[in-house]
């Protein structure tokens, strides 16, 4: 049985039981085999877009002899029409919204995203709605000392209000035990940012003041 570090297992957790999902970017595959060895997906495929992880992914799949299949793609450009759920974990906010923002309609047969960015939440959260998906759920978990998001999201229209984007709109109403330690360490990665940030760039200086703005007010 496979063993997840604390980070993949908040991931698997917002997984819907008896998914059908592709896991973009699996890497070592952990993730993939333990959704099968778990029953929480019925079918598992796990993608990447490097010859290196995917061999590395098929090892392991063979070690622990469970059915799932890999597919060496770049983001969701091979997503089988079977997929509901499209997993990505651990890579750089940018990164995920290229993936689905210039091939939406790759996403046409999945209900179901479930994402933990790595940055740039306020823009994945900002341009995934845009897509027609709403957040069901999130969650944070604290891995070696860094606190991640992971975030499900559903297929569905629902306006998500531009101070949400910065400080995640289920976050803040469930209030977690890692909330304000979030809100705070967040706070803090912007204020270093405005210190280094040169004055040329003031539009930018202006939306990191708000923003530091609406999350101490949230902390309040
Ligand atoms: C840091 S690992 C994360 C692995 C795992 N998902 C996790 O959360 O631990 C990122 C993986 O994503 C892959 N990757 C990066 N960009 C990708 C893309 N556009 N499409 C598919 N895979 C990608 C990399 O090759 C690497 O294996």
Not at 141 to 155: G, T
């Amino acid at each position: 049985m496979i063993l997840l570090n604390e980070r993949l297992k908040a991931v698997a957790q917002l997984v819907p039981k008896n998914a059908k999902v592709i896991d973009v970017g699996c890497d070592h595959a952990y993730l993939s085999i333990y959704l099968k060895q778990h029953h929480i997906a019925t079918k598992v495929v796990a993608s990447d877009n490097k010859e290196g992880p995917l061999r590395e992914a098929q090892k392991n799949i063979k070690r622990e002899k469970v059915d799932v299949e890999t597919l060496l793609a770049d983001g969701v450009s091979k997503i089988p029409d079977d997929i509901d759920t499209v997993v990505v974990s651990g890579m750089g906010g940018g990164n995920i919204i290229g993936m689905f923002k210039y091939t939406p309609e790759k996403l046409k047969n999945v209900k179901t995203l479930v994402l933990s960015p790595n940055n740039d939440l306020i823009r994945v959260r900002k341009e995934i709605s845009k897509l027609g998906f709403y957040i069901e759920d999130e969650t944070l978990v604290k891995y070696k000392n860094i606190i991640y998001v992971v975030m499900k999201w559903q297929r569905g229209k629902r306006r998500i209000r531009k101070k949400e984007c910065i400080y995640g709109p289920i976050l803040a109403k469930k209030k977690g035990p890692l909330f304000q330690e979030y809100l705070s360490s967040s706070i803090k990665q912007k204020e270093l940012l405005l210190k280094v940030l040169p004055k040329k760039y003031w539009l930018r200086r202006i939306q990191i003041q708000h923003e530091i703005k609406m999350l101490k007010d949230i902390l309040k």
